[in-house]
């Protein structure tokens, strides 16, 4: 798992420029550690090293939807990209990172506890 690939995927998820996303960067180091952080001990990072990228991206793009929608009520603008408050973009980065934290389930240790529905 390398973090300059972390960094990437958050940028194209968010669709910031380079110059743009530098100052979201600890959005994605805090995710990155999140997910070294609960690996099990058995996982390998050879294996699923793009999974947990990945993951580690989604994350880090959730976080960065709310942090844009509660930085301010309104609009946000970011060079070239518009951030409006919506909770579409909320439900559409909240699914995104669920369904890449289910995909490193395997070797992923949570504290959670998710019930979502019968």
Known sequence: MEFQNVFLLFRRLSGLQKEDSLKFRFLCE???DY???HLKQEASLDKCGSRLEFAAAALAYYRWILWSLTESGDDITVGEISV???SQKIEY???ICR???GDIA???D???F?????
């Open 106 to 108: 395997d070797v992923f």
């Open 35 to 37: 997910i070294l952080a």
């Open 84 to 86: 409006k408050p919506s």
């Open 30 to 32: 805090t995710a990155y």
């Open 114 to 118: 998710v019930f979502e529905g019968v």
């Open 99 to 101: 369904q890449a934290l």
């Open 110 to 112: 949570s504290d959670e």
């Open 93 to 95: 980065a909240l699914h």
